[in-house]
């Protein structure tokens, strides 16, 4: 898990207006409790090796999510964040985000997600950095973009934005696509949690961490690249190991 880098968040504390506060970046778990179980299929097992999932992205592509609120579809257009654009394409088309939950969402701010529901698929792609893309979308209503922890430190989390975020531009959030159907799916996404599921807890413990404490959260049933096969199967649920106001911006 990240966050938006220590050098720029005295300037979100002054300069954003709507949220929470900014969280550390959690211990590992530890690799060997994968929470997969011997019956997960290939896709399952091809998410803990991020170095595998390298495909370059169509120039233009439509993803859609089937959520427990109903679905929406992002557009991606690769040339204006390729990096950015690849590693969605990946995530999605290797069922990353099914069963994941939208465990911030802010009123007018952004709906943020993308940690696993499966602590050990977490783990893998904690390190799973990709470099940053130059900043050629600005971050309007619609757009989603990668949650950071400073420069050149993308993984996997994702925000779209629910309001005018262009102050984010300057900070180095890079949009890599924008939701041209459903953008009324994602306004009702719960939000009533505020600030409260702990990332560091989501990461380590996964889903049932979020259904035991947090059960009005929604969730995605389904992502999809549209035109492409989904995956098999969707990695399975762990078992949890032990363990106004300014708002910062979106953080891994």
């Known amino acids: 898990m990240k966050t938006i880098s ?51 992205a169509p120039a233009i592509f439509k993803a859609r999510f089937t959520t427990t609120k109903g679905d929406f579809v992002i557009e991606v257009h690769r040339d204006w964040s390729p990096l950015g654009a690849d590693r969605f394409y990946n995530l999605v088309k290797n069922g990353f985000y099914n069963r994941a939950h939208f465990f911030r969402v802010v009123s007018g701010f952004v709906v943020q997600f993308g940690l696993s529901p499966t602590p050990g698929v977490n783990t893998a792609w904690h390190d799973a950095t990709i470099q940053d893309d130059p900043v050629t979308q600005t971050n309007s209503k619609g757009s989603i973009t990668f949650a950071t922890s400073g420069p050149n430190t993308r993984t996997t989390q994702l925000f779209i934005s629910l309001g005018d975020n262009a102050r984010l531009d300057a900070m180095g959030f890079s949009p890599f696509g924008k939701v041209i159907e459903g953008m009324d799916v994602v306004e009702k996404l719960y939000s009533g949690y505020g600030e409260a599921p702990d990332q560091g807890r989501i990461q380590a413990e996964g889903k049932p961490y979020l259904d035991a404490n947090f059960p009005q959260l929604d969730s995605i049933k389904l992502a999809r690249i549209e035109g492409v096969a989904p995956p098999v199967a969707a990695h399975k649920a762990a078992t949890p190991t032990a363990g106004a106001k300014t708002t910062p911006a979106p953080k891994n």
Do not use: D, E, F, N
């Open 6 to 56: 220590v050098t720029l968040l005295a300037l979100v504390v002054i300069a954003l207006p709507v949220c929470g506060r900014p969280q550390a970046v959690p211990p590992k778990t530890p690799a060997a409790k994968t929470g997969i179980s011997t019956s997960s299929q290939a896709t399952s097992r091809a998410l803990l090796h991020p170095a595998l999932l390298k495909a370059k």
